[in-house]
C-alpha cells in the first residue's frame, strides 16, 4: 500500500546541519527512524508528525499529508562549486535568491545554472536560468494550465525574483494565457530592474555527473555525496553525521533530486575522521553509475524492484550507461519527466486484474537524450517487462552512436518564432558598449514597449546599459547561430 508522507519545505534543498538535525529530531519524536528525500529537494517523513513540537524560528515548513500547495524551491545550489557552472553565479548567490521567498510559494519554482546537470532546468512552473549577465535570469513559464512553455520577454534582476514569482502569484485569478499579458500586468504593478534580452538561452552539453563518494575541491577542501538505494536515511546516521559538520565547521547540507546528500567544504584535516565515520557505520560511497542516475517514486516497493532487475542485466551484460539518466513513472499521472529515458508502467482495466493480465510498459526518450529539450519520443508501447532489458540497452547503444553529433554543440532553445524568421532578423546595436536594442523586445527599462520599431524610438533615447545616445546605435543583420 502507497503510504502517505509529512513533507518539510527545504528551500532550494539547502539547509544547516542544526537544522537538519531538528527535523530528524522531530522524526524521531514522531515515531520514525528514518527519512526520505522527494524529487523536489524536501524531506519527507512517513509518520505524523506534531507540529507543536517544532522550533518556531525556523526556516521550513511541515506540509501535513495529502495538502494542497506550498510547493518546494529547487535550485542548483548543490552544484555550486563542485561541478561546471556560470561563473557569478556562487553559493551566495543562490542563497541571497532564497532569501527573498518569505512563504513557500504555490507554484512550482526552480532557481538553476545552465550549465550544470545534476538539477533539472524545467520542472517547475517558473523556471529561473541564470544568463551570461551577472544577476540576470531567463525565465520560463508553464502555468499549471498552460500546454506550452512560454520565455517572459526581458531577464530578471537577481532581486527582483521573489518579487516576480508572488506577483504572478497574484495574477493566476486573472487566469493569464500568455506570457505577453504576465509581463504587462506586472509592468504596471512593480517596479523591477529587467534588463532586455540580447541572445537566446544557450544550454552547452555536459554529461551527467557522478554525485557519491568523497572528491576534492582546490587544494585543501572536499566535498562528500551520499546515496542511498531504499531512500531510508537512518536518523542515527544522521545526527552523527550532523555532530561532525559543526566539529568541522561546515555550514550547509545539499539535498538533490536525485534523493541524496551533499556535504560541502569538508577541510583536508578533517578528511580522515570522515573516512572513519563512514566506515564505522558501514557506509558505502561508490555505488555503480549503473544504479545512480535513476528517478523512482518515493517508498515505491515495485518501482524499486523493477530497477534492481534493470540494473542487475545491465551489469551482466557489462552495459555502460555513463551520461544517461533513467525514470520509472505510472502512465496514468501527469508527469514532469527530467530523464534521457522513460519507462512509464501501464495499469490493467480494473476487470482484467482477477484474471491476473501481467503488466505493461512504454519506452520513451528525449530528443537527443537530453530532457533539457523537453520532447519525448515514444520508442515501444505496451511491452513486457523480459523486455525492457534488451530495449534499454538498444536505447544505450543509440545514446553513444549520436553522441557527440549534436550534444557538443551549445543548444539555444526554440522560440516563438517560426524558424524561417529566425534565420536573419534586424537588430541595433550600441558602438560603445555593444548592447542591442530588438524592436520585439523594446526596452522595458525605459518604457519602451514590445514591438517598438528603432526608427519610432525618441530622439532623448539612450542605451540601457551606457547611456549611449540614440545616434550611437548602428544596424544589424543578425544570423542564426547553429
Known amino acids: 500500500m502507497k503510504k502517505s508522507f509529512t513533507r518539510i519545505i527545504i528551500k532550494g ?10 527535523i530528524v529530531e522531530l522524526a524521531e519524536a514522531s515515531g520514525s527512524d528514518s527519512i526520505s ?67 513557500p510559494p504555490n507554484l512550482k519554482v526552480n532557481i538553476t545554472d545552465p550549465k550544470q546537470r545534476l538539477v533539472p532546468l524545467f520542472t517547475g512552473h517558473l523556471n529561473f536560468i541564470a544568463s551570461e549577465h551577472e544577476d540576470y535570469w531567463y525565465l520560463y513559464i508553464r502555468l499549471p494550465e498552460w500546454q506550452k512553455m512560454q520565455v517572459y520577454p526581458a531577464l530578471i534582476y537577481t532581486w527582483d525574483v521573489g518579487e516576480i514569482v508572488y506577483g504572478i502569484e497574484e495574477l493566476l485569478q486573472e487566469e493569464p494565457e500568455e506570457v505577453e ?9 512593480l517596479e523591477t530592474n529587467n534588463r532586455t534580452i540580447d541572445k537566446s538561452l544557450e544550454i552547452p552539453y555536459q554529461p551527467f555527473p557522478y554525485y557519491e563518494g ?13 546515496y542511498w538505494r531504499n531512500n531510508k536515511y537512518y536518523t542515527s546516521f544522521l545526527k552523527e553525521m550532523c555532530d561532525l559538520c559543526a566539529e568541522s565547521k561546515i555550514g550547509k547540507i545539499s539535498i538533490t533530486p536525485w ?34 542516475n535513476w528517478h523512482i517514486p518515493v517508498d515505491n516497493e515495485e518501482a524499486a524492484n523493477l530497477k534492481k532487475y534493470l540494473v542487475s542485466n545491465f551489469d551482466q551484460k557489462d552495459i555502460s550507461t555513463y551520461g544517461l539518466t ?4 505510472d502512465s496514468t499521472k501527469k508527469s514532469n519527466y527530467f530523464t534521457a529515458v522513460v519507462i512509464e508502467k501501464n495499469q490493467a482495466p480494473e476487470i482484467l486484474n482477477e484474471i491476473g493480465v501481467r503488466d505493461t510498459y512504454n519506452l520513451l526518450y528525449a530528443q537527443n537524450f537530453d530532457p533539457n529539450t523537453r ?11 523480459v523486455e525492457l532489458p534488451g530495449l534499454l540497452i538498444e536505447l544505450s547503444k543509440m545514446y553513444f552512436s549520436q553522441l557527440g553529433e549534436k550534444e557538443e554543440k551549445a543548444r539555444k532553445l526554440p522560440e516563438s518564432k517560426s524558424e524561417k ?32 520599431s528603432f526608427d519610432k524610438l525618441p530622439e532623448i533615447y539612450v542605451c540601457s546599459l551606457c547611456e549611449a545616445p540614440k545616434s550611437a546605435f548602428e544596424k544589424r543583420i543578425q544570423e542564426k547561430l547553429s
Request: with cysteine; proline share 3%; glycine share 8%.
Open 259 to 292: 534523493k541524496s546528500l551533499i556535504v560541502k567544504g569538508i577541510p583536508i584535516n578533517t578528511k580522515l575522521e570522515w573516512e572513519k565515520f563512514l566506515g564505522k557505520n558501514g557506509i558505502n560511497v561508490r555505488h555503480s553509475m549503473l544504479e545512480l
Open 13 to 22: 534543498g539547502v539547509l544547516s546541519p542544526a537544522e537538519l538535525k531538528e
Open 37 to 103: 528525500l522527494g524529487s523536489r529537494q524536501d524531506i519527507l517523513i512517513t509518520k505524523d508528525v506534531e507540529v507543536e513540537n517544532f522550533s518556531a524560528e525556523n526556516k521550513y515548513q511541515i506540509i501535513p499529508p495529502k495538502t494542497e500547495g506550498a510547493e518546494n524551491i529547487v535550485s542548483s545550489y548543490v552544484a555550486a562549486d563542485i561541478f561546471s557552472g556560470t561563473p557569478w553565479l556562487t553559493g551566495d548567490r543562490y542563497l541571497y535568491v532564497l532569501e527573498q521567498f518569505r512563504i
Open 326 to 329: 533513467f525514470g520509472i513513472f
Open 181 to 189: 499579458m504576465i509581463f504587462n500586468l506586472l509592468s504596471d504593478s
Open 214 to 226: 568523497m572528491n576534492k575541491i582546490g587544494m585543501d577542501n572536499y566535498w562528500l555525496g551520499l
Open 421 to 452: 524568421e529566425k534565420l536573419k532578423k534586424e537588430i541595433w546595436q550600441c558602438a560603445a558598449c555593444l548592447s542591442i536594442y530588438e524592436a520585439k523586445f523594446g526596452d522595458i527599462t525605459q518604457e519602451i514597449p514590445a514591438g517598438t
Open 375 to 385: 520532447n519525448y519520443v515514444i520508442h515501444v508501447q505496451d511491452v513486457d517487462k
